[in-house]
Nanobody
């Protein structure tokens, strides 16, 4: 059974940085794609970034390019989301997700999800 555990969320001032981690277990993830999504109350979960383990290819939400960076440590089965120049509108619960196969930006294509970690950016 795939398990994903996020960590690293918290409270940060606008302009600050946070690094989220997602520890994955239960599979050999070499053929998997990992994604980060976020959700605010009353809104749909939205795509943030994704990375494919096999070749390190990445994709980002257009609005977040240049501020957020996704990376992975294959040996540790851990995916990171480095978030810089944070803004109050980045406040959300951030979720890690996994799927077998190619990169996708669609939430419905990810069958495995973590429990989420809260990120709050104060102005």
């Amino acid at each position: 059974q795939v398990q994903l555990v996020e960590s690293g969320g918290g409270l940060v001032q606008a302009g600050g940085s946070l690094r989220l981690s997602c520890s994955a277990s239960g599979r050999t993830f070499s053929s998997y794609t990992m994604g980060w999504f976020r959700q605010t109350p009353g809104e749909e979960r939205e795509f943030v970034a994704t990375i494919r383990w096999s070749d390190g290819s990445t994709n980002y939400a257009d609005s977040l390019k240049g501020r957020f960076t996704i990376s992975g440590d294959n040996a540790e089965n851990t995916v990171y989301l480095q978030m810089n120049s944070l803004k109050p509108e980045d406040t959300a619960v951030y979720y890690c997700a996994a799927r077998y196969g190619a990169i996708s930006t669609q939430t419905y294509e990810y069958p495995y999800w973590g429990q989420g970690t809260q990120v709050t950016v104060s102005s």
